[in-house]
């Protein structure tokens, strides 16, 4: 059973940063972690793909909002995935997800139906 578990959100005023981590868990880790990303929803709005990575390779994806502001990395030796978010703005507040997609293409850009398992978010809120 796969797990994953994000931990890091917190209070930041905007410009500040904080550095988001999703610990995986599960059987067989190379099979299904090909693709990982980070997702984020605020109340009232769908969720949206903020970044991903392909596992395999390293290549990386990242939503036009927080481009060159976000960094999306991993680390398979310990099954961490993180997002370090730099000079955060009012709008990044959301509950923040790490999901993993075990086939097919890795792209901020696919559907949230794309990606099979789910950890339980964390919160991050930038206040101005």
């Known amino acids: 059973q796969v797990q994953l578990v994000e931990s890091g959100g917190g209070s930041v005023q905007a410009g500040g940063s904080l550095r988001l981590s999703c610990a995986a868990s599960g059987p067989t880790y190379d099979k299904y972690f090909l693709c990982m990303g980070w997702f984020r929803q605020d109340p009232g709005k769908e969720r949206e793909g903020v970044a991903a990575i392909y596992t395999g390779g390293g290549s990386a994806s990242y939503a036009d909002s927080v481009e060159g502001r976000f960094t999306i990395s991993h680390d398979n030796s310990k099954r961490m995935l993180y997002l370090q978010m730099s000079s955060l703005k009012p709008e990044d507040t959301a509950m923040y997800y790490c999901?993993?997609?075990?086939?097919?293409?890795?792209?901020?850009?696919?559907?949230?139906?794309?990606?099979?398992?789910w950890g339980q978010g964390t919160q991050v809120t930038v206040s101005s």
């Open positions: 999901a993993v997609r075990s086939v097919g293409a890795c792209s901020v850009d696919l559907p949230t139906t794309a990606f099979e398992y």
